[in-house]
């Protein structure tokens, strides 16, 4: 049963402390990606990754760091040093092939709230 | 910059009726994708529809269509036979055909309410 998961589906953050958003893909994807969703807006792209290894800046990644060791594996670290965290975060994958390959496949999200 | 503008935050249909979402975009491209996700209550982001924009021909799948108009930078998404779990938010995205990453530029969304 093919997808992407996003654990955990709720988690809540003290000010000051970092924290890990999980994304795991079995699609055979290259690409990966993380946005971030305020409510009442659209989506804004923080990271994405083509390849393992190597991942990109989007438009809103200051205060977030990601890496990309494994090709399933795309996590996300919000750092004490983004200002505005509370949001509802989702992950998605892309393939490079095929006839879905501009299309990006979402995962359930995680909502992260900041006490 | 791409830009990706829907102008209706919110849109209301009667159950079975017709509804249209609009999107208009700013390129300076002519290679280019355009998609509708639905997002529903549950916050899954769900692939509505997709059109090419070399395709002259307005993309359709089942009771979902476009109505795309290359020339001024428009694609709405037309609901036919409107249904109570069409109830979402709907974002229209551009992808730029010369993006490697591709990476979408998303609109703010419109939130459809069905009424039954």
């Known amino acids: 049963d093919g997808g992407i998961t996003q654990s955990p589906k709720y988690l809540f953050r003290k000010e000051g402390q970092n924290v890990t958003l999980s994304c795991e893909q079995n699609?055979?994807?290259?690409?990966m990606y993380w946005y971030r969703q305020d409510p009442g807006q659209g989506l804004r792209l923080i990271y994405y990754?083509?390849?393992?290894?190597?991942?990109q800046k989007g438009d809103i990644a200051e205060g977030y760091s990601v890496s990309r060791e494994k090709k399933e594996s795309f996590p996300l670290t919000v750092t004490s040093a983004q200002k505005n965290p509370t949001a509802f975060y989702l992950c998605?994958?892309?393939?490079?092939?095929?006839?879905?390959?501009?299309?990006?496949?979402f995962g359930p999200g995680t909502r992260l709230t900041v006490l | 910059a791409q830009t990706v503008t829907q102008s209706q935050p919110e849109m209301s249909v009667q159950e079975a009726e017709t509804v249209t979402l609009s999107c208009t975009y700013d390129?300076?491209?002519?290679?280019?994708?355009l998609f509708w996700y639905k997002q529903p209550p549950s916050r899954q982001m769900i692939l509505v529809i997709r059109?090419?924009?070399?395709?002259?021909q307005n993309a359709t799948e089942n009771r979902f269509s476009v109505n795309f108009q290359k020339a001024a930078k428009s694609f709405s998404l037309k609901i036919s036979d409107s249904q109570l779990g069409d109830a979402a938010m709907y974002f229209c995205?551009?992808?730029?055909?010369?993006?490697?990453?591709?990476?979408?530029?998303f609109g703010g969304g419109t939130r459809l309410m069905v009424k039954p």
């Open positions: 390129t300076s491209e002519s290679d280019y994708y």
């Open positions: 990754s083509q390849i393992v290894n190597d991942f």
């Open positions: 699609l055979n994807h290259d690409a």
């Open positions: 059109q090419e924009a070399y395709k002259q």
């Open positions: 998605a994958s892309s393939p490079h092939r095929g006839i879905a390959y501009n299309e990006q496949f």
């Open positions: 995205a551009y992808r730029s055909g010369d993006n490697a990453g591709n990476m979408l530029t």
